[in-house]
């Protein structure tokens, strides 16, 4: 077998001799629970941090691009989100052949998640070649790009978690993986945020829109209106509240660290700031930025360390990020929000019902046992790590 580059410097100058080293020393065939070092799982992991970057980076990107320029299947965006989608094609074969860094069910969800998502891409493509434009986040092709990737995120936070000692390093990595986890949940949101801005602008004379975008979109027989902010006003908060607010009481759950949903989403928000400035720099349209989450954020936190029940930590909760969403909306800082009394109490009533979904499912015999590594390798080895139900 040849040597082990000296340094991570070595490897990367010399990638051949890298995968000499690699391919007989690691991809060999095994199942899953395959014993893996920290060392291998960090790197293992580092891999799907990168890749998710990538992609996290390339549909930020991809949004703004899409309030700009006629869709291109071949503009960057799209080649950098699919730089990361390959990634995460050779890290799921990875885990299949060897089983290194995963037990049976994790590697499931990563495979179902892959799955879902390559599958969605060729009918994303049919549904633009049929339907022209479709610039909303909220079409079902992109739904299932959505699910695709909520799942096989979910299989490396379950595989993360189960077999990383406990410490530091599992709590960054496992905060990092949740961020694209909620990342990815919020992101049709997006859609409203960025049109809320450029329909303002267009409405101005101003409009960020290249001119073949407007024609495009005029042959169709769309107006401006119905392709920046194509759904109903109360989907922004229903979905800020019952999927992306959700999502955050689950990670808080999972990891059971204090103020898991209150630094998730004040790092989202820090990217998301930084990217408006790089986007815009760039000549790129700008967005607003749901500021309101981090409100929900910091409710859903100190609910769960308080341990109230979700039947009075929901309404509270979403009376609060209502009370932020009106000061938001006040500076002109929001997109479009139904304030009507029944809609508000509609997704008051959903998000609490969700959340004490969430509380009877961590109390239950089957959320124990699915806390449980499935290992075909060693089904009677204990593991280092352990999902925690706080």
């Known amino acids: ?110 495979q179902w998640g892959i799955g879902t998502f390559l599958v969605a891409v060729p009918i994303d493509i049919v549904n633009h070649r049929v339907n022209g434009l479709d610039i909303t986040s909220w ?43 909620v990342e990815n949940v919020v992101f049709p949101n997006q859609h409203q945020e960025y049109g809320v801005l450029s329909l303002r602008a267009y409405e101005a004379g101003a409009t960020t829109a290249e001119q073949q975008l407007l024609d495009f979109a005029a042959s169709q027989g769309q107006t401006p209106t119905m392709f920046m902010l194509p759904v109903p006003s109360w989907v922004h908060p229903a979905w800020l509240l019952c999927a992306g607010l959700l999502s955050l009481l689950v990670a ?40 309101v989450l981090l409100v929900g954020a910091v409710c859903v936190d100190l609910s769960v360390t308080w341990r109230l029940p979700g039947w009075s930590a929901a309404p509270a909760t979403a009376a609060a990020v209502y009370a932020a969403g009106w000061l938001q909306d006040a500076a002109g800082l929001l997109p479009p929000w139904d304030w009507s009394w029944w809609s508000i109490a509609l997704v008051l009533g959903s998000f609490t019902l969700l959340w004490t979904v969430v509380d009877l499912v961590a109390r239950s015999r089957a959320y124990a046992a699915w806390l449980v590594p499935v290992e075909p390798a060693r089904a009677a080895v204990p593991v280092a790590g352990g999902a925690s139900a706080r």
């Open 139 to 181: 079409s079902p092709s992109h739904a299932l790009l959505y699910i695709g990737t909520a799942i096989m995120l979910a299989g490396a936070i379950r595989g993360w978690w189960l077999y990383a000692a406990p410490g530091r390093v599992r709590d960054l990595v496992s905060l990092g993986l949740w961020l694209f986890f």
């Open 252 to 291: 808080r759950r999972v990891t059971g660290l204090r103020w898991t949903a209150t630094t998730v989403v004040a790092v989202y928000l820090g990217y998301r700031a930084v990217m408006w400035l790089g986007l815009v720099a760039l000549g790129f349209p700008p967005s607003v930025l749901p500021l």
């Open 1 to 110: 077998m040849p040597p082990a580059p000296g340094s991570l410097g070595a490897a990367l100058r010399h990638p051949v001799a890298l995968l000499r080293w690699l391919w007989p020393a690691y991809v060999t065939p095994g199942r899953p629970g395959r014993a893996t070092s920290a060392t291998e799982l960090r790197w293992i992991y580092t891999a799907w941090l990168g890749a998710f970057l990538l992609k996290m980076l390339g549909s930020t990107w991809d949004v703004s691009w899409h309030f700009r320029w006629l869709r291109d299947d071949l503009a960057p965006p799209h080649l950098l989100n699919s730089a990361g989608t390959a990634v995460v094609v050779a890290l799921v074969l990875f885990h299949s052949y060897t089983g290194y860094g995963v037990d049976r069910r994790a590697l499931r969800l990563m």
